[in-house]
């Protein structure tokens, strides 16, 4: 498992020709965990909504896993609110997107998230 930040390219492989791509998408979206970290919220539901939209309803359909990180509470709650609903009616299944709240000083460098994603992955293999 690794992780991807959303918004990221599909791979040039996928771009190789059609019957590849048609192998290798699925693969891509359906394997990957990708992960955002929640910021801003009206400049995040943009960036989410805009990724989501390009890849298109098929390949959102196929995402596994989608980390949702935030630092507030009231961040938890705007996403939860308006940007997961926003995401859903873009195609990704319920289930898929897993909020997590940084821990302890709530640093959401990309240092921290990814060390905090890493743990997750740990500890899920116990
Ligand atoms: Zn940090």
């Known amino acids: 498992m690794s992780f991807l930040a959303s918004g990221i390219i599909q791979p040039p492989i996928t771009r190789t020709s059609k019957q590849v791509r048609a192998d290798t998408l ?8 990708f992960y955002f970290v929640l910021r801003d919220r009206y400049q995040e539901e943009t960036i989410i909504e805009r990724w989501l939209s390009k890849i ?3 390949n959102a359909g196929r995402l596994c ?15 939860t ?6 995401m859903r009616k873009l195609g990704v299944r319920s289930g898929v ?3 997590m709240r940084t ?24």
């Open 56 to 58: 298109g309803r098929t």
């Open 26 to 33: 699925p693969m891509f979206y359906g394997t990957h965990t």
């Open 103 to 126: 821990s302890y000083p709530h640093c959401a460098c990309n240092r921290c998230v990814l060390r905090m994603l890493t743990k997750v992955k740990e500890d899920s293999k116990k």
């Open 65 to 79: 896993k989608v980390f949702a990180i935030y630092t507030t509470k009231q961040d938890g709650k705007d996403f």
């Open 97 to 99: 997107i897993e909020l």
């Open 81 to 86: 609110k308006y940007t997961a609903a926003a």
